[in-house]
């Protein structure tokens, strides 16, 4: 039997879990430019995944905050289910941990009802019991409370976690919480981006995360552990 390399494994959901990054940059677009008549570059759009929109938009347009906020997330749910996709070799690796009696789960950004259904879009909501929302906080990333509150959702203690996202908010939340952090390069950030965050690990495709997490799945490269 496959014993998993890490007592517990936590996932960000977008750009990791779930291909929906063309969804986000295409939701904040229409909110910028509906709200104020402008986006920003695709480069700057990036760099905030992995936040929530509350922090963004507050961060960077404090009077204009709520109504963005609104504007990105009905844009948003309008346009799920025909933008939201699925990255090639993630539904295996997940059936691979439940078939390892693995303990995982999702800390996503996200409300907790949208997250739901993008997992149920990508066809992997069957497959996570766990999912800590931005509800569940009220710190987030790049802080430690929801990774920590994930990691107390599975009953497993900080140190024993891995947290596996694509953003650089997520290799410092994991770090900041003691785990450790496996960068993917499918999302929302490239690697150059990631690698100069310093992860543990930075891997390329889903079967190589398999492999890091699993044991060699038969279809995986060269891991890249990071020094």
């Not at 309008?78 to 070799?89: F, L, P, Q």
């Not at 997250?115 to 009220?138: M, W």
């Not at 599975?154 to 496996?182: F, N, R, W």
């Amino acid at each position: 039997m496959t014993i998993p390399r890490w007592q517990g494994v936590l996932f960000d959901l977008d750009g990791t879990l779930v291909d929906s990054i063309p969804l986000i940059i295409a939701s904040y677009d229409h909110a910028l430019t509906s709200v104020l008549g402008q986006g920003r570059p695709e480069p700057e759009v990036r760099g905030w995944i992995g936040r929530t929109l509350t922090s963004v938009f507050e961060q960077e347009y404090p009077e204009r905050a709520a109504e963005l906020e609104s504007t990105y997330i009905a844009w948003n749910r309008a346009n799920a289910a025909t933008m939201i996709g699925r990255y090639d070799g993630v539904h295996d690796l997940l059936v691979g941990l439940s078939d390892a009696q693995a303990r995982f789960g999702v800390v996503t950004s996200k409300r907790r009802a949208t997250a739901r259904e993008a997992l149920v879009l990508a066809g992997a909501d069957d497959l996570v019991d766990v999912l800590a929302a931005s509800e569940d906080t009220s710190e987030h990333k790049p802080l430690p409370a929801p990774l920590l509150h994930g990691a107390a959702r599975l009953s497993v203690p900080a140190e024993g976690c891995a947290y596996v996202g694509d953003a650089v908010v997520d290799v410092q939340a994991a770090k900041a919480a003691g785990m450790t952090s496996i960068a993917v390069t499918w999302g929302a950030a490239d690697a150059a981006t990631l690698e100069a965050a310093a992860p543990d690990h930075l891997v390329h495709t889903a079967y190589e995360l398999h492999d890091l997490l699993l044991g060699a799945a038969g279809s995986g490269g060269d891991t890249q552990a990071m020094g």
